[in-house]
C-alpha cells in the first residue's frame, strides 16, 4: 500500500496571499494523483487530477504540480472561501489512499 | 446529471454487519467506463477508501478491510451496496459512495452527500 504524507498538518495563511500545500507518496505513482477540498460538512471537492490538470470550473488560482513521488497544490491568491481541508490522494493502482489532508487556515 | 444516494441504518450495533445502498439516478449503472466505490471518514479525520466494484461485479477493496467488506452491484435496480461485518466503534463514519473511472483517470470525480453510521450498543 503508498502511503500518502501531506505538510504541514495545518497551515495559516493570510487571505490574498499565497498558500503552498505538499503530498509525498512512499513510492512513485506517477502523475496519478488528486486534490480535493472539504469544507466543514461538506462533500470533497475534486480539484486536481493528473497532478496538474484543473477540474471543471476551479478556478486558475487553483494549480497542481509534480510527479514520481513529490506533488505541490498551490493556491496562488487566497480567497475566503479557500479556507478549508485539502486532500492528495494517488490513484496509480489498488489500493488508493488518500493523505492526512492539510488544514489551511486564516492567519 | 448523474447523482448518487447514500441509504441505510444510521445506527448499528458492535459485532453487527454494516449495510448501505447507492441509488444511482439520472445516468446508467452499466457503463463499461465507470466504477462505483465507497469512501469513509470518521468524525473529525481524513477520507479512507473502502473498495470499488464495476458492474460487471469485478471488485478491488482495502486490504485491511477485504475480510469484512462485501460490495455487490444491481444492475437492474440502479444500486450498489456495501456490507461491512463484526463492525467496531472504529467503523463510525460517514460513508460516501462515488464514481471513478476505468481507465487512466480514477479519481473520484463524483460524490454522494455521505450518510454518518454510528456503531454503538
Known amino acids: 500500500e503508498i502511503v500518502m504524507t501531506q505538510s504541514p498538518a495545518t497551515l495559516s495563511v493570510s487571505p490574498g496571499e499565497r498558500a503552498t500545500l505538499s503530498c509525498r507518496a512512499s513510492?512513485?505513482?506517477?502523475?496519478?494523483l488528486a486534490w480535493y477540498q472539504q469544507k466543514p460538512g461538506q462533500v470533497p471537492r475534486l480539484l486536481i487530477y493528473?497532478?496538474?490538470a484543473r477540474a471543471t470550473g476551479i478556478p486558475a488560482r487553483f494549480s497542481g504540480s509534480g510527479s514520481g513521488t513529490d506533488f505541490t497544490l498551490t493556491i496562488s491568491s487566497l480567497q475566503s472561501e479557500d479556507f478549508a481541508v485539502y486532500y492528495c490522494q494517488h490513484y496509480n493502482n489498488w489500493p488508493y489512499t488518500f493523505g492526512q489532508g492539510t488544514k489551511l487556515e486564516i492567519k | 446529471q448523474l447523482q448518487l444516494q447514500e441509504s441505510g441504518p444510521g445506527l448499528v450495533k458492535p459485532s453487527e454487519t454494516l449495510s448501505l445502498t447507492c441509488n444511482v439516478s439520472?445516468?446508467?449503472?452499466?457503463?463499461?467506463?465507470?466504477?462505483w466505490a465507497w469512501i469513509r471518514q470518521p468524525p473529525g479525520k481524513g477520507l479512507e477508501w473502502i473498495g470499488s466494484?464495476?458492474?460487471?461485479?469485478?471488485?478491488n477493496y482495502r486490504p485491511s478491510l477485504e475480510s469484512r467488506v462485501t460490495m455487490s452491484i444491481h444492475t437492474s435496480k440502479t444500486y450498489f451496496s456495501l456490507r461491512l461485518s463484526s463492525v467496531t466503534a472504529a467503523d463510525t463514519a460517514v460513508y460516501y459512495c462515488a464514481r471513478h473511472e476505468t481507465g487512466a483517470f480514477r479519481f473520484f470525480g463524483l460524490w454522494g452527500r455521505g450518510t454518518l453510521v454510528t456503531v454503538s450498543s
Open positions: 493528473g497532478a496538474t
Open positions: 466494484i464495476h458492474y460487471s461485479g469485478s471488485t
Open positions: 513510492q512513485s505513482v506517477s502523475s496519478n
Open positions: 439520472g445516468g446508467s449503472i452499466t457503463s463499461d467506463t465507470y466504477y
